[in-house]
């Protein structure tokens, strides 16, 4: 949740970044993210960025204000499935 936008990120099993308003009525952004399910997500409101880590192997570094993939870091076919972000 980012209080300061209004805002639910959702990571999906579809590969894919929902961000919808806080009621969950209306959908901002529908950013596909990977191919098959993102199996962690991490999310910085202070440093505007995420990290996804998807069933690819592959871990994407988004920048939230506009929601376009900064770098991808090739997991080796390696799953990740916990991550943190810090400032």
């Keep these: 949740i980012d209080a300061e936008k209004g805002s ?6 579809l590969g ?3 961000v919808r308003t806080l009621d969950g009525k209306a959908i901002l ?6 191919n098959g399910r993102i199996a962690s997500f991490a999310y910085s409101s202070a440093a505007k960025r995420a990290a996804t880590a998807g069933r690819d192997g592959v871990v994407k570094l988004w920048d939230t204000s506009t929601w376009q993939l900064l770098r991808q ?3 080796a076919d390696k799953v990740h499935y916990g991550m943190s972000l810090s400032q």
């Design 29 to 34: 952004r529908d950013v596909p993210a990977h």
């Design 8 to 13: 639910l990120v959702e990571a999906t099993w």
């Design 16 to 18: 894919k970044i929902v």
């Design 73 to 75: 870091f090739p997991g």
